[in-house]
């Protein structure tokens, strides 16, 4: 159904396509996977930092082939398949399911405080933009969202939610050191994730380097509605909605939709590399 909604507002809107300035550019659609397979590096990484501090998993090779292999839930709407496939895994070597789905919701609080850091730069350039103001009017709704996630990063608050949740055999509290790097890996792979988004942009139309940090901006807002979807709605196709909205204020409404499926097609296509890497390590 989803494919016959979207074939229908491309060839709706057929005249438009044809009448845009297309300026393809191969090498921009090579660059943003690239750009992509970094971004996923960088999560994969921190979801082993993670599991090496707070459930004693040490083997960063298998943390890493847990995160790869757990990915390609994230294609089943709804998150608890996602979270089920980790917790399957690490129930092999003895981590309890309770444990992994907390720890996903910790990995899930450090993507959304690291992403309220990233917007804190690019929202502010993109609400003041007149073309923005109209569709961002409701942004204020994400401010509790990240109030919570910033009560939840505190060390003291973290370890006692830890503590009253059972898992009172952690041998080490998250310290600031510990919580600030998790945070900054999240905070580059929110950037390198912009990056593809403005590469895949530039794939079909040149855009100038001066207009990244609204790109980024757009690619935070974008997310952030799609991680909140999927806590709540299932967050199917959230993010592809989003990215079509807000890219329309810039391109017209059809090559908007065009740029966000190319991005569910760099999306699944470094997906499909993160499930090869699995099966080598």
């Known amino acids: ?3 016959l909604i979207i074939a229908g507002i491309l060839m709706g809107n057929w005249e438009t396509l044809v009448a845009f300035d297309w300026q393809i550019t191969p090498i921009w659609l090579l660059i943003g996977l690239l750009l992509l397979l970094v971004n996923f590096a960088l999560n994969a990484w921190v ?4 599991s090496d501090k707070l459930v004693a998993s040490h083997n960063a090779r298998f943390n890493i082939k847990v995160w790869c292999y757990a990915n390609l839930l994230r294609r089943i709407p709804g998150t608890v398949w996602f979270v089920a496939g980790r917790a399957m895994q690490y129930e092999k070597i003895g981590v309890s399911k309770l444990r992994v789905s907390i720890l996903s919701g910790i990995e899930l609080a450090l993507i959304l405080g690291a992403g309220l850091l990233t917007g804190l730069v690019a929202l502010p350039i993109l609400i003041l933009t007149p073309a923005f103001q109209e569709t961002l009017k409701g942004s204020w709704l994400l401010i509790p969202i990240f109030v919570l996630v910033g009560l939840l990063l505190h060390p003291r608050v973290l370890g006692k939610l830890w503590g009253r949740l059972g898992q009172s055999d952690l041998q080490e509290q998250p310290t600031w050191r510990d919580i600030s790097l998790w945070v900054g890996l999240f905070v580059v792979a929110w950037v390198t994730g912009g990056l593809t988004l403005f590469s895949t942009i530039n794939f ?5 380097i001066s207009e990244f940090i609204p ?3 757009i690619w935070v807002v974008a997310n952030t509605v799609s991680v909140a979807g999927a806590l709540t ?3 199917f196709g959230l993010r592809e909605i989003s990215l079509t909205v807000l890219l329309s204020q810039i391109v017209p409404a059809p090559v908007a939709l065009v740029i966000s499926l190319l991005m569910r097609v760099i999306w699944l296509a470094a997906e499909l590399l993160g499930a090869l890497v699995s099966l080598l390590l």
Not at 47 to 50: D, G, M, P, T, V
Not at 204 to 208: A, E, F, R
């Open 204 to 208: 079909v139309h040149s855009l100038p």
């Open 47 to 50: 979801w082993h930092l993670l």
């Open 1 to 3: 159904m989803s494919v």
């Open 233 to 235: 709605i299932g967050g």
């Open 215 to 217: 790109i980024l901006g």
